[in-house]
């Protein structure tokens, strides 16, 4: 199954502050989840990003936080997004079935919020590229636990040709500086 740009969001998780320097690949992890966010801001993707405990772990790191001009973004306290009072409302107001999912910790919250996602009935696309957690192991796990469930294993390249679906375009253009 292919990522369809009319019918997936992206959420971007938990890539905070406080949290981020503890995390395995966490320069990589924020420059593909920016990638993904300002693909989606060009295609008219819609896009959001959690900031979990914030009093605790800070805001979004600064780069996330200058891709988010057209995500909305929420705080929770839950460790998934899907537990979170009116999150699921959020994210089916968009009408779309396919989640886009990066973000940290994958073992912890981006994981809970993808077996709620799939349980809620969302179709789940985690972006290996863009998703870790403080040790390689804890992240390979729960890659593995989420592709046992029924969800996707992708890669930042994988969503944004997936949502270009063919080259020679302005989109193709445009979102071509992120690929190189």
């Known amino acids: 199954m292919l990522i369809s740009r009319k019918d997936s969001l992206l959420l971007v998780v938990d890539i905070q502050e406080k949290l981020a320097p503890a995390i395995f690949e966490a320069d990589e992890i924020t420059r593909n989840s920016v990638k993904l966010l300002e693909g989606a801001r060009h295609l008219g993707i819609p896009a959001f990003v959690s900031e979990h405990y914030v ?5 979004s790191v600064a ?7 057209a995500a909305t973004i929420f705080e929770k306290i839950h460790f998934s997004c899907a537990s979170e009072p009116g999150v699921l409302d959020m994210l089916r107001a968009t009408g779309c079935r396919q989640v886009i999912l990066t973000g ?6 981006v994981l809970q919020t993808a077996l709620g996602l799939l349980a809620a009935g969302f179709q789940v696309f985690m972006v290996a590229d863009a998703a870790s957690s403080r040790t390689p192991a804890n992240r390979q796990l729960a890659l593995e636990r989420l592709r046992d469930a029924g969800g996707h294993v992708v890669s930042t390249e994988m969503v944004l040709f997936e949502w270009l679906e063919k080259g020679g375009t302005d989109d193709f253009r445009a979102l071509l500086p992120l690929i190189k």
């Open 55 to 59: 009093k605790g772990l800070g805001h």
């Open 63 to 69: 780069a996330i936080r200058d891709a988010t001009s």
């Open 104 to 109: 940290a910790e994958t073992h912890v919250c």
